[in-house]
């Protein structure tokens, strides 16, 4: 499973430097060996098919007019719409919705799912501004790029800071412009819309099944195993919990308020409700604070990016001390640091597939949509399941057979399925 660690842009071209879109292009580079012939399209993947900037100006509470900058870019749709979240943050860019949508091809397609590659996001801290505010903002932005965006041709989702409420939105809008009710021009919304029972904690649980097939690989019981978790949302609270229910201690955990730990294991139940309550982890009771260096460097089984890209660098990969790294985030660990870590002989389930369980019920949601007929969560959770676990297992498979990290077979499968659907659909597609 060990790969060696390979450096193919010089020295002065640092992947970390050139932020996520740069990280996504070096992880092509080093799969492009492994493509055979299908490498000669391997430019594809290296640009967005489509990416729109959208001007986004509504009138404030107070009255003023303000703007806000918003994206949506389809980076490949050879098998499929595009498939990806919508993220409101303080930091979005061109070049990470770039490296988002990028990511979300690989992923679709080394599940196997009939979707290509997109993702959106609007600059913004959603944290400033009234639910009355958000609304107004989201429909302006569902408005500005419904000339792009339909059951067909690509369907957003939720990613971080947005959620049922702003696909109601987003799907209402849509409707509304297009003159009729269209359930299926968005996902993860609220089951009262034709929204899919499971796809809140769909990606938790992926991750959760993936981490535990991990762990089992890796020889680690799970009762009692230790987890730290960066990133206490939709995401991360999930596969904490489920860790937590399957007896797992969850030591440390950090979202953007700051780092709670407690050796002998969070009661994560109370502190999701608490999370809730006071907008973050910090001051938690029976929790002690904690420095972000000290949480990088704590002694676990199973560590969980489940917050925003490049978490995990050349500055702290040397420190970590997991055994697994389960990435709930897109885009947590950098190539630097995937070389660092392999060298240490962590073993990484990479984005592409731990992560993939919200976009595996998304699509479970887009085919309920289309036929009018739903199913129960116990159908969705077992379809889930077997899913991800089929995907660990074959992505395991190839790692072996060609001696690289579960990353590189990821993107081997994953970016030899794009590349053979973009050939085959011809010369001048
Ligand atoms: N929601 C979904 O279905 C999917 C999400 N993802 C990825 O999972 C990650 C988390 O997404 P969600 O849980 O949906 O978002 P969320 O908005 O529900 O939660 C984000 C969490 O990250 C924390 N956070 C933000 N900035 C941080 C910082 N600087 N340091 C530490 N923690 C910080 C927040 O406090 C919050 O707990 C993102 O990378 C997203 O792209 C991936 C696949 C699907
Ligand atoms: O559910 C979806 O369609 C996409 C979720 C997403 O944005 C992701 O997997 O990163």
Known sequence: MAQQPVHR????????????????????????PYLGELGKWVETLKRPKRALIVD???????????????YRVQHNTSRGPGK???????????????ALAAWM???????????????????????????????????????????IIGPNKDIPAPDVNTNAQTMAWMMDTYSMNEGGTTTGV??????SLGGSLGRVEATGRGVFVTGREAAHDCGIALEGARVVVQGFGNVGGTAARLFHEQGAKII???????????????????????AEEHG???????????????????????????????????????????????EGANGPTTPQADDILTSQGVLI???VIANAGGVTVSYFEWVQDFSSFYWTETEINHRLESMMRAAYTATSAVAKTHKVTLRTAAFIVGCARILEARQVRGLYP
């Open 349 to 351: 389930v990479p984005d």
């Open 56 to 70: 986004i100006p509504i009138k404030l509470d107070n009255g003023v007019i303000a703007h806000f900058e918003g």
């Open 252 to 274: 440390a955990v950090q979202d953007h308020t700051g780092c709670v730990h407690n050796a002998n294991g969070l009661d994560i139940h109370a502190l999701l409700q608490y």
């Open 186 to 191: 968005v996902t993860g919304k609220p089951v």
């Open 9 to 32: 842009l010089p020295s002065y071209l640092n992947p970390e430097a050139l932020g996520p879109w740069g990280v996504y292009l070096e992880q092509v580079d080093r799969v492009t």
């Open 84 to 98: 990806g979240g919508v993220r409101y943050h303080q930091d979005v860019t061109l070049a990470e919705v770039m």
């Open 105 to 147: 091809s690989v992923k679709s397609a080394a599940v196997n799912l009939p979707f290509g590659g997109a993702k959106g996001g609007i600059r913004l801290d959603p944290h400033q501004y009234s639910l009355d505010e958000l609304e107004r903002i989201t429909r302006r932005y569902t408005s500005e790029i419904g000339v």
């Open 280 to 326: 973050g982890v910090a001051g938690a009771p029976e929790t002690e604070s904690m420095a972000p260096s000290d949480f990088w460097a704590l002694e676990t089984e199973l560590l969980i990016p489940a917050a925003l890209e490049s978490q995990i660098n050349a500055d702290n990969a040397g420190s970590i001390q997991a055994r697994i790294i389960v």
